[in-house]
């Protein structure tokens, strides 16, 4: 099995008839944003699931360069997020999407499901829920990794 970093992320979106599986980096000034995406069909099996997670959890980057956020490099990371989720703006982007964050932590993943506010508003974008976040040891198969991002979908709202 090869090596997750202990502190990494991933991001997991479905949307209606595909998801999308973001890679992240933690920037040197602690933000977290998107790196590298993947897109999967809705009906992607439970292994397919964790098989793209544990891939995203891998190509975790510590310590990137913090991204000037109005350049063309940082325009063009947000249209390949859009690109992959098979739409042209934000606001279609959100609508109907569930968003899961997937941190690896000691010997263990937790996922934990979001409320999507949309795009405009004073609660727009995703914001963690309450509850604590369903965890499973980094031990177990990708069948169970793939099974516990889709429970963790169920209760976003």
Same mark, same amino acid.
């Given at each position: 099995m090869i090596a997750i970093n202990e502190?990494?992320?991933?991001?997991?979106?479905w949307r209606p008839g595909r998801i999308v599986i973001g890679a992240m980096a933690?920037?040197? %000034?602690r933000a977290h944003i998107g790196t590298e995406w993947?897109? *999967?069909? !809705?009906?992607?099996? %439970?292994v397919e699931l964790g098989s793209a997670i544990r891939r995203a *959890?891998? !190509?975790?980057?510590?310590?990137a360069p913090h991204p000037d956020f109005r350049s063309a490099e940082w325009k063009a990371q947000g249209k390949a997020r859009l690109r992959a989720a098979g739409v042209r703006s934000e606001r279609h982007y959100m609508d109907g999407s569930k968003l899961?964050?997937?941190n690896a932590s000691g010997d263990g993943l937790a996922f934990t499901p979001t409320r999507n506010g949309g795009t405009t508003g004073p609660n727009r974008g995703y914001h963690k829920l309450a509850a604590l976040p369903?965890?499973?040891?980094?031990?177990?198969d990708d069948d169970r990794v793939g099974m516990a991002l889709a429970e963790a979908w169920a209760c976003c709202t």
């Amino acid at each position: 099995m090869i090596a997750i970093n202990e502190d990494a992320c991933a991001s997991a979106y479905w949307r209606p008839g595909r998801i999308v599986i973001g890679a992240m980096a933690r920037t040197v %000034h602690r933000a977290h944003i998107g790196t590298e995406w993947w897109t *999967l069909p !809705a009906s992607a099996t %439970h292994v397919e699931l964790g098989s793209a997670i544990r891939r995203a *959890l891998v !190509a975790f980057q510590a310590d990137a360069p913090h991204p000037d956020f109005r350049s063309a490099e940082w325009k063009a990371q947000g249209k390949a997020r859009l690109r992959a989720a098979g739409v042209r703006s934000e606001r279609h982007y959100m609508d109907g999407s569930k968003l899961v964050h997937v941190n690896a932590s000691g010997d263990g993943l937790a996922f934990t499901p979001t409320r999507n506010g949309g795009t405009t508003g004073p609660n727009r974008g995703y914001h963690k829920l309450a509850a604590l976040p369903a965890t499973v040891s980094l031990a177990v198969d990708d069948d169970r990794v793939g099974m516990a991002l889709a429970e963790a979908w169920a209760c976003c709202t």
